[in-house]
């Protein structure tokens, strides 16, 4: 039996819907909402006499692992941290979580308090960077986790000297991850003062959460009446381009070969109700995926034990577009993996001191030495999904002659 689940999105502007006269809020224009969609946009006019800066801001956090057992390894903090930033991620806070050799942990906060959001070349301008580094070069520990908390933020100049006092349009994808999403909205002038703020706040939940929809909310999606709002100018939206509008999804590392070669339909349905819904619910039924990766499938239904995110989502681990990491995981291999299994603290498993990255794969040198290097991901005879009974599989690197 395929189990069918509905994805939803709520949307409750928390702060009251008193813009003012400088700012009109086209769309959406309901306090809830829901939508079909993992995305939506934000649609306003903003009437000001002066230089603007828009600002939309975005509650985000990003988080990564890596050793510091050795000289070379504290080196590399530096460039961990520059790969932490995207072109749009401004700091507010950075945690620092050293695991230490005796299994102990230790924390240190670094809060940037400044007027406006930090960017990576400001971030390498604070003291606190600098202190930070000095941290990671004495502390004498076998790995840190870095969490940068902060916001993504798209800006752009409002400039009303051509035309004084006549609203600019403005117009913003946003992006939703599942649960709660909060939105800034600032409006600053040539100062660098706040001259208009207000707050959004999203909620993107499965049907089984259902029960929190508020009881006044209303249905949207941006696939039927609400996308003449923007085909009237953008024409280009007519030919059914989805790059026109999800561009940000083609610009990864890796991609999804659909995705890649714009086979949208491969897994959307053009004709269904709203337009472009997933053919199957994708994280009700992988079999959807199956029906492509065929060898998968075999897997789980010839191995003994199967790892449950092959019963329940491929995309739980996987990104149906495209991602920055290997096979098109959503994190990286060990990131990803301890994300559910957090009880395992690096260094001490399957026996003290015992590496997990930061040295290549014995068996399989071009690639970095990860949990996949012992344990298969998908499904195994073996208990612990390991790639082999565990007397063998220690003695394929630790040999004896």
Known sequence: MKIHVLFLLFLVLISSPNYGDDLQLLFPLTHEKISYAQGGFLKALYTSSTRTEYQLLQDTTISTSMGILSPEEKDAFPKTMMNMFTPRFNVNIMILNFIHINNDTSTYEYNFSTSRPLDLEDFWRTTDFRRALQKVTEINALNLKITLIGWNVEKRILNPLS?????????????????????????????????????????????????????????????????????????????????????????KAMMHSPTEEMECNSCHDDGSDPKHQLLEDFRGDPSTCMMCHSDQEDEVNNMENIHPPMEESCLIC???????????????????????????????????????????NPLDPDHELSCASCHHPHASDEEFLLRGNWSELCQQCHFKN
Not at 227 to 239: L, N, P, V
């Open 163 to 251: 035309r004084p006092n006549h609203p600019d349009l403005i117009a913003s994808q946003l992006a939703f991850k599942p649960g709660s999403n909060s939105f800034y909205l600032h409006f600053l002038n040539e100062e660098y003062e706040l001259q208009y703020a207000d707050t959004l706040n999203f909620y993107y939940f499965i049907s089984s959460l259902a029960e929190d929809v508020p009881e006044n909310a209303v249905r949207s999606e941006f696939h039927g009446e609400n996308e003449e709002k923007c085909s009237y100018c953008h024409t280009e939206m007519e030919e059914d381009d989805c790059s026109f509008c999800h561009s940000s999804i083609l610009d």
């Open 318 to 360: 996987h990104d149906p577009h495209g991602t920055s990491a290997d096979a098109l995981l959503v994190k990286k291999t060990n990131e990803l993996c301890l994300s559910c299994h957090d009880h395992i603290k690096a260094g001490f498993h399957p026996v003290k001191k015992h590496p997990h990255s930061g040295y290549p």
